[in-house]
C-alpha cells in the first residue's frame, strides 16, 4: 500500500499591465526596482544565482531556477519552513503584458503562509503597478 502525498496547494495571480514585457522584466529583475514593489535583495538574473530577500521581519532565501529574459523567471522562495518556488510568466498581449505569478509548495499544515501569500501578493501587484507607472 503506497502512502498518499499531501496535497501541495499553489497561489496564482493573473493581471493585464499596459507596459511591454520589456518594462516588466526589468522591474521583476533589478534590485533597485524590485526594492519598490517586493523587497530589498541582491537578486541578480542569472540561473543558479543565490540571493535573498529582506525585510524588517526576516529574509527569504532564494535561488534562480529558470530564466527566459521577457517569457520566465523562476526561484526558489525559502522561509521559516516553507519551501516553495515562484514563477513568473510574461506573455504579450494587444493592450501590454499579461503577468501571471505561481507561487507554489504550501502543505496543508501551512495555512497562514497560504493565505498571508495570496493576500500578499495581490498588494505586490499593485505596488508593482504604482512603480512601473513611476519607470520612464
Not at 21 to 46: G, R, V, Y
Not at 105 to 131: E, I, S, T, V
Request: one cysteine or more.
Amino acid at each position: 500500500m503506497t502512502e498518499a502525498t499531501p496535497e501541495i496547494r499553489t497561489v496564482v495571480v493573473e493581471r493585464d499591465f499596459s507596459h511591454r514585457p520589456e518594462k516588466l522584466w526589468w522591474a521583476l529583475t533589478q534590485p533597485h526596482l524590485i526594492k519598490e514593489w517586493l523587497m530589498s535583495s541582491d537578486f541578480a538574473p542569472d540561473l543558479g544565482h543565490k540571493f535573498k530577500f529582506t525585510a524588517d521581519w526576516g529574509a527569504i532565501d532564494c535561488e534562480v531556477k529558470e530564466i527566459e529574459p521577457n517569457r520566465t523567471l523562476a526561484y526558489s522562495w525559502d522561509a521559516y519552513g516553507l519551501e516553495s518556488v515562484v514563477t513568473w510568466t510574461l506573455t504579450p498581449i494587444a493592450s501590454g503584458t499579461q503577468l501571471r505569478m505561481e507561487q507554489t509548495g504550501f502543505r496543508p499544515d501551512q495555512n497562514q503562509a497560504y493565505h498571508g501569500a495570496r493576500m500578499g501578493w495581490q498588494d505586490y501587484f499593485g505596488k508593482l503597478d504604482d512603480a512601473l507607472g513611476r519607470m520612464e
